[in-house]
């Protein structure tokens, strides 16, 4: 059989291959936060007839002649660029203005995620750990903070009742009126992550509070409003990763970790101070915004055109191949 013609199929593979990551970019150009991928070739072995030799006192030297054997998919990369940030103008809408991934978890309300020197150690009633940059959030009859899905989103619930920071925010679980307090004392935030929800009340009977509305700031910091003031609920966690590239891609715009993604690096919370605070590495929480898909279609049709072609041309040179032996076949009638 002709070399010609594994070469051809060969090229028909790698480029059907990448066809096919074109056409899952071009389905996901409305889905949110995705992430384009672009294929990329490489030769394969060659079959040489003769080696390379050096140049001696009477001839020259001679290079080798080889004929190569193909081409086939060297690596499928992950174009990590942020995508637009679309405004929605809904509470529960949040992007990521930065490097950083929401942590969603599945398993019971009262699951937790110890967290220690910036790493998840221990995970109790947790039966499923995933991240996204897909923040359209909802709310179930609880309250409980969730994904489109159902996923809990994990964050640093506030946990000092009682205090008040020097702008007049309260933690929540305190009836003290802010504009009365004097103390300047730092919010403190659980050490571990656990399932952020947003109450209808805040405080215990008689005197509890009722949720007027809320806010999420840039730091993730979730901040009920009532009657009495602002009430600090809790903070979205984030997580990076030193290659998000490798990251395991689950659908529903959830990835995981994999042996080449690296561990999570999980944020400090608000309480840390700023001069230690690792924070800012993750980005800013963006409130109303989500985050579109990075595809660029005109650069996704100039590469299915460029693919399509190299395509036939592969499957023409096993026609051409094909010709070749029938002529070769003839000779022996």
């Known amino acids: 059989m002709l070399r010609s013609m594994y070469s051809g199929i060969s090229g028909m593979k790698a480029n059907q291959a990448k066809l096919d990551v074109i056409a899952n970019n071009i389905a996901n150009v409305s ?5 384009a991928s672009k294929v990329n070739f490489s030769d394969t072995l060659y079959q040489s007839s003769a080696t390379a030799s050096a140049p001696t006192t009477s001839i020259g030297g001679t290079n080798a002649k080889s004929v190569g054997l193909g081409t086939r998919v060297s690596s499928i990369n992950k174009l990590m660029g942020k995508g637009n ?31 220690a020197a910036n790493a998840v150690t ?7 750990k995933v991240y996204t940059r897909d923040g359209n959030l909802t709310l179930d009859k609880d309250g409980n903070l969730l994904t489109s899905n159902g996923y809990r989103i994990m964050g640093y619930r506030a946990s000092a009742s009682g205090t008040v920071d020097t702008s007049g925010v309260i933690v929540v679980g305190t ?3 802010p504009d009365a307090a004097t103390a300047a004392a730092p919010i403190a935030y659980d050490a571990d992550l656990k399932p952020l929800a947003i109450p209808d009340k805040i405080g215990t009977a008689p005197a509890d509070l009722a949720v007027q509305s809320f806010a999420i700031g840039a730091d993730g910091v979730i901040t009920a409003v009532t009657s009495a003031g602002k009430c600090v609920i809790g903070q979205v966690a984030m997580a990076s990763f030193k290659n998000p ?7 529903g715009n959830f990835e995981q970790e994999s042996g080449n993604s690296g561990g999570a690096t ?3 919370n608000a309480s840390v101070a700023a001069a230690t605070s690792n924070s800012g590495a993750y980005g800013a929480v963006r409130q109303g915004y989500l985050e579109a898909s990075n595809v660029d279609l005109t650069e996704q049709f100039t590469d299915m055109i460029s693919a399509t072609k190299a395509f036939q041309a592969a499957s ?18």
Do not use: H, P
Request: hydrophobic content about 40%; glycine content about 14%; proline content about 0%.
């Open 31 to 35: 889905t949110t936060s995705f992430k």
């Open 85 to 115: 940030a679309l405004s929605t103008g809904r509470a529960l809408d949040a992007s990521i203005d930065g490097e950083g991934y929401f942590i969603a978890t599945k398993g019971t309300v009262g699951g937790t995620l110890a967290v």
């Open 122 to 128: 221990t995970a109790t009633n947790v039966t499923d």
């Open 175 to 177: 009836r003290v009126n």
């Open 245 to 251: 590239e490798g990251l395991t891609d689950l659908g």
């Open 266 to 268: 999980i944020m400090d």
């Open 316 to 333: 023409k040179m096993i026609s051409n191949g094909d010709e070749i032996l029938t002529t070769i076949t003839g000779l022996v009638r």
